[in-house]
């Protein structure tokens, strides 16, 4: 069974820049995550979403960010413009709520670097 | 808010040593507590959970306990290998949602 998949891995950017990061949940999962990892940290939710609904971004600085998972697969990160403390690494997980556990499968991750 | 605090590192250990991790947790309710692990280059994977109370969690020879009278869930190995090296993160899940919340990480580097 393929993992939740992530791309690109690393990306460098100049800030003001525009940047975007995609995930691929795990075929079935209808929970989706994005957190942040800065340096030295543990990660930290930013959004998380049942189906394609966003039920809780509270965390999510919309001032610059947003996200979207259409059809309830695929979903998107966006920063625009970024500032040099977005430098973090960007994970993405999925879960199957329907199975009781909420066990949460991570991808490998986006390391973002803002110049 | 629910929080969790783990010992800083980094942890540097001879191959065949034992480990412990200790890492606490506040919470309202009765949260499920995990263990993650991050190799060299690779993603977050789960090692071991507990959901509740006096539950023990093992998994590839770690074990963590989880004690509500202590709000504790210290990770151990009785004999670590260099293949263990890795940052170790203790997690907790509330009972009113799904987000995790992470610690900040414990490095463990285990020398030959």
């Known amino acids: 069974e393929a993992g939740v998949v992530q791309s690109p891995r690393y990306k460098i950017i100049e800030k003001k820049q525009p940047v975007a990061f995609w995930c691929n949940p795990i075929s079935g999962h209808n929970t989706l995550y994005w957190y942040r990892q800065n340096l030295g940290q543990g990660p930290e939710l930013l959004i998380r979403?049942?189906?394609?609904?966003?039920?809780?971004d509270s965390q999510l600085p919309k001032d610059r960010f947003s996200a979207e998972r259409l059809k309830g697969v695929d979903s998107t990160l966006k920063i625009q413009p970024a500032e040099l403390g977005d430098s973090a690494v960007y994970l993405c997980a999925s879960s199957l709520v329907a199975d009781g556990s909420y066990e949460q499968y991570f991808g490998p991750g986006t390391r973002l670097t803002v110049t | 808010g629910d929080s969790v605090t783990q010992m800083e590192g980094p942890v540097t250990l001879s191959e065949e040593a034992c480990l412990t991790i200790n890492c606490t947790y506040t919470a309202t309710g009765y949260p499920s507590l995990f263990w993650y692990v991050q190799y060299p280059g690779e993603g977050l994977q789960l090692l071991l959970k507990a959901t509740k109370a006096d539950d023990k969690g093992s998994n590839k020879g770690f074990e963590a306990t989880y004690r509500k009278e202590t709000t504790s869930f210290h990770l151990e190995k009785g004999s670590v290998q260099v293949s263990d090296s890795a940052v170790y993160f203790c997690a907790l899940r509330g009972q009113a949602g799904t987000a995790l919340i992470f610690g900040k990480g414990t490095t463990l580097s285990v020398s030959s």
């Open positions: 979403y049942e189906n394609e609904e966003a039920v809780d």
